[in-house]
């Protein structure tokens, strides 16, 4: 992930200062790296169906309904669709997000974080480094080079794992296959179940979720999970910040674009006018609410800055991705790959710290602003 990091905060650097970007960019409703193909360079792909067959000598970034990665990639992968299907050789770390997740005689260098409805990693899959989870249901049937932390709501566990588990989960099963170097530390209602040839060298701890409300230091177990629930929240986030994205610029393609020129032309502008918004809106709203005739305006008033802030979210990632890929020297970039690199950018902001909040304020601002401008714009010229 820190790789992943210092590419798109230098990406990031470009919006400013005029450097040149090199990176391969496939969109298409079936988007196919060949099996003779080998790609110098990183990978940006996106497509209702995506297949990678050949070598990505880069990271890989892809989104899309359908993901079937086959081929080598000698960098790391970052996922987001509907169901995603890994059995290529990944030197470096996997970040994926789904509904389904299915990695199956997949060679990982680096480490692996999955957030999904299912996940299923076979026994003929192996990971280099650690495991994080943050899903529904969990088959692990693959050895783990490092330790297995997450959320999960029924895991069984049939493999080796080379240091501790720190996991929370409604029922744990180990397998005759399991073997845990180190300690298993778990929060769960139910008592671990596990064969009769499972081993576990180190402790097994477990904790009660009732009596966790009543300790005053949370444990590094809890600590543990919380990192890994958190880190579900911001892959639910991101995913679902391009599934809605997606529908909107299939809605309102047309006015995205204008919303994103305007924040090239004003952004100064733009983050002023943002900024009064998000004063004024809430003393509106207050004013109207206890008008009590006023209280139909103030739910309406509420609701609807509620969705412009989270439009915020997919105006700005547009703007960033367009720049990007104009930054690059490419023409006529396609919207929805300019969404998608711009939540990627994004979406890394958002795990360093201070950072973070700088980026999240800003682009609260910046998008509030130019949507306020293009709602004054459209009503000016409608009452002519």
């Known amino acids: 992930m820190r790789k992943v990091t210092i590419l798109l905060s230098f990406l990031l650097i470009t919006l400013i200062f005029p450097l040149s970007i090199s990176a391969k960019i496939i969109r298409n409703e079936l988007a196919i790296v060949a099996s003779n193909e080998v790609i110098d360079d990183d990978l940006f792909i996106g497509g209702e169906t995506v297949l990678v067959e050949g070598t990505v000598n880069g990271d890989l970034y892809v989104a899309g309904g359908n993901i079937i990665v086959k081929g080598k990639i000698n960098g790391d992968v970052l996922a987001a669709g509907g169901m995603i299907d890994i059995s290529g050789t990944v030197r470096g770390d996997i970040r994926a997000a789904g509904g389904n997740i299915i990695i199956k005689g997949s060679q990982i260098g680096g480490g692996l974080s999955l957030v999904g409805g299912n996940i299923s990693i076979d026994n003929e899959s192996s990971i280099g480094g650690g495991l994080v989870l943050g899903s529904g249901n969990a088959n692990i049937d693959a050895s783990v080079g490092r330790g297995l932390t997450g959320g999960v709501g029924n895991l069984l566990l049939n493999s080796s794992v080379g240091k501790d588990v720190n996991i929370g989960a409604g029922t744990i099963a180990l397998g005759p296959s399991a073997k845990v170097e180190g300690d298993f530390n778990y929060t769960s209602d139910e008592e671990l179940r596990a064969d009769q040839n499972a081993r576990i060298e180190g402790k097994i701890t477990r904790t009660d979720p009732d009596t966790l409300v009543d300790q005053e230091k949370v444990s590094q177990q809890g600590k543990s999970i919380a990192k890994a629930f958190g880190e579900g929240i911001r892959w639910w986030s991101f995913l679902s910040s391009l599934v809605t994205g997606m529908v909107f610029l299939l809605l309102f393609k047309k006015q995205a674009l204008l919303l994103s020129k305007s924040i090239n032309d004003y952004f100064l502008k733009n983050l002023g006018w943002g900024l009064m918004t998000m004063v004024m809106t809430p003393i509106l709203f207050i004013i109207l609410f206890f008008s009590v005739l006023g209280i139909p305006l103030a739910v309406i008033l509420a609701v ?11 105006v700005v990632a547009v703007f960033v991705g367009n720049k990007l890929v104009e ?14 690199l711009g939540l990627v950018v994004l979406f890394v902001l958002s795990r360093i710290p201070v950072i973070s909040f700088i980026t999240t304020l800003t682009v609260t601002l910046v998008g509030l602003g130019a949507i306020f401008n293009f709602k004054r714009d459209f009503l000016t010229k409608n009452r002519k």
């Open 304 to 314: 609807l800055f509620a969705i412009e802030i989270y439009l915020t979210r997919i």
């Open 327 to 340: 930054l690059a020297g490419k023409k006529d970039v396609n919207i929805y790959i300019a969404l998608i």
